[in-house]
């Protein structure tokens, strides 16, 4: 078998379809600035994979189309040795972050799909086999009615936000409201970060809530601020969301910063380094949570096969009430059943695309720019760096 052509499918989530004059749906986490990048790799034996990249969709197209001229002609079973090659041939461009990351992985991903096509198999089944049936999911809520929405939907680990005012009792509301069985996760959502010193103040207040894990609780940049705030919090921490590659993770694990891994399965670097993390944190007794953000519905599937497949899984992120959009481009659309989804049974990755539903939401804009981000002169100009000692205090208990 050679793989033929890559075919690039990139669309605006959050849009309304190309000739409606409805106003757009806002996407609220991210400015109706979102992406989704699809790709298809043909073969000369009519097999197809689908796969996706997330680092930054509208750039990560272009790095495909020009990836592609090194794997066509190339037998596609040989997907580690293409992936070095391609690894090789981004280095050039000093591509080891998430774009890089974003089109090996949507390439590599797809590689996979055909490899289980061919092979009638799952790619769980290729990868060891399964642990589990269904993998464990958690939703996003800030409040108790939103809380109750995905309960009543099945699931059974909720993710709240550390970033305004009364959110630590809040934390200690929904606790009390969920009972003891539903898993609350904490997310300090930044930029901007939390300074050091305000990460370990709100991680001990919490610490009473009973949370699976405190995540990104400062700058993932900054190591040394995570292993003090490690060292003074008694709350798992979590982190790693945008790194790329195996090294891009290796010193969260290495250096025991963290509990819990988050590799991002659009961007990671594909399946195989999703694999490969999962084995470096499995020897430090590290658990593994991918994260869904930017994240669309096909390399969800590929999540699945990867967590169905290693010991060490903890939960897998899911936008629920995500764009009403989302179950439209694929085919089939996951169910969260009793906490989790099943896993695909059919080969490969058991998901594909609708093309002509994507085609109705041509990509416009792929950086935020709602509420007034990047505005001369405010807060929001240049975010990155600034202590968030405004939104700290306003973070601080109300009761004890
Ligand atoms: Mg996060």
Do not use: C
């Not at 995540?215 to 292993?227: F, R, T």
């Amino acid at each position: 078998m050679k793989i033929t052509e890559i075919k690039t499918f990139l669309m605006q989530v959050g849009a309304q379809p190309v000739g409606s004059t409805a106003t757009p749906t806002k996407d609220a986490a991210f400015g109706n600035s979102r992406n989704w990048l699809f790709i298809k790799v043909m073969t000369d034996e009519g097999i197809y994979g689908v796969g996706e990249g997330s680092g930054w969709p509208r750039v990560i197209e272009t790095a495909v189309k020009d990836l592609a001229h090194i794997v066509v002609g190339e037998d596609p079973g040989n997907i580690d040795r293409l992936w070095q090659k391609m690894l090789t041939a981004s280095m050039g461009h000093g591509m080891t972050g998430t774009v890089g990351g974003g089109a090996l992985t949507a390439i590599e991903m797809a590689l996979w799909d055909i490899k289980g096509k061919a092979l009638g198999q799952p790619v769980w089944n290729l990868l060891g086999g399964k642990f589990r049936d269904s993998i464990p999911v958690y939703g996003h809520a800030r409040d108790t009615e939103k809380a109750d929405r995905l309960i009543a939907l099945g699931y059974r680990g909720i993710k709240l936000p550390l970033t305004g005012k009364g959110d630590i009792d809040r934390a200690y509301a929904i606790r009390e409201h969920v009972g003891p069985d539903v898993d609350l996760m904490l997310d300090a959502h930044g930029p901007s970060w939390l300074t050091t010193q305000d990460a370990i103040e709100f991680g001990q207040a919490l610490e009473g809530a009973n949370m699976l894990f405190y995540e990104e609780p400062v700058a993932p940049e900054n190591l040394d601020a995570l292993q003090r705030v490690r060292d003074n919090v008694n709350i798992p921490i979590a982190a790693g969301e945008r790194v790329s590659n195996i090294w891009g993770m290796l010193p969260y694990i290495e250096r025991n910063l963290v509990d819990v891994i988050q590799p991002d399965t659009g961007r990671a670097g594909g399946i195989t380094q999703m694999r490969k993390m999962a084995a470096m944190a499995e020897s430090h007794f590290i658990t593994m949570a991918p994260h869904s953000g930017s994240l669309g519905p096909v390399a969800e599937f590929a999540a699945l096969h990867v967590m169905a497949s290693i010991p060490n899984a903890l939960m897998l992120e899911k936008l629920e009430f995500d764009w009403e959009g989302r179950d439209d481009v694929i085919t089939p659309v996951p169910k969260v059943v009793n906490g989790g989804i099943p896993i695909p049974t059919a080969p490969g990755l058991g998901v594909d695309i609708v093309e002509g539903e994507i085609v109705k939401y041509p990509s416009r804009m792929n950086v935020r720019t709602d509420d007034g981000v990047y505005n001369e002169g405010t807060h929001w100009e240049s975010v990155y760096f600034q202590p968030r000692r405004g939104r700290a205090s306003s973070l601080r208990r109300t009761r004890s």
